[in-house]
């Protein structure tokens, strides 16, 4: 079963684009955001229906969408541009069962 949710991702995923900020100083002493890209996956990016829209915690995560991937090293604070042009926010990662065999990562959808 573990295999068949990989193997899914690879034939029906499409590739995505993970950006790591790396932020830059600038002329006048202070720091500038430079989002650079730090990985490029595989993944399977599906949007939440009304009723599945996640809202929770005490801070309310919002998310609009789910990502599925392979394990890889993606943080909380990194972005995820698909294919379309589409860039989203990462509010939550899940190692499902700690198998270390996918990921499911919230999303917010930002542009």
């Known amino acids: 079963m573990i295999e068949q949710i990989l193997t899914f991702i690879d034939d029906h995923g499409k590739n995505v684009i993970i950006k790591r900020n790396t932020p830059t100083r600038t002329d006048f002493g202070g720091y500038k955001d ?3 890209t730090h990985l490029s996956i595989r993944a399977l ?3 939440l229906g009304g009723s599945e829209q ?3 915690d005490k801070v309310t995560l919002y998310a609009t969408h789910k990502m599925y991937c392979a394990v890889a090293d993606i943080l909380e604070d990194d972005k995820v541009e698909d294919a379309d042009g589409n860039e989203y926010r990462i509010k939550n990662q899940i190692n499902p069962m700690n198998f270390d065999n996918h990921m ?3 999303l917010e959808l930002v542009r």
């Open 34 to 36: 430079h989002w650079a």
């Open 54 to 56: 996640m809202a929770a």
């Open 45 to 47: 990016i599906r949007p």
């Open 104 to 106: 499911q990562i919230d």
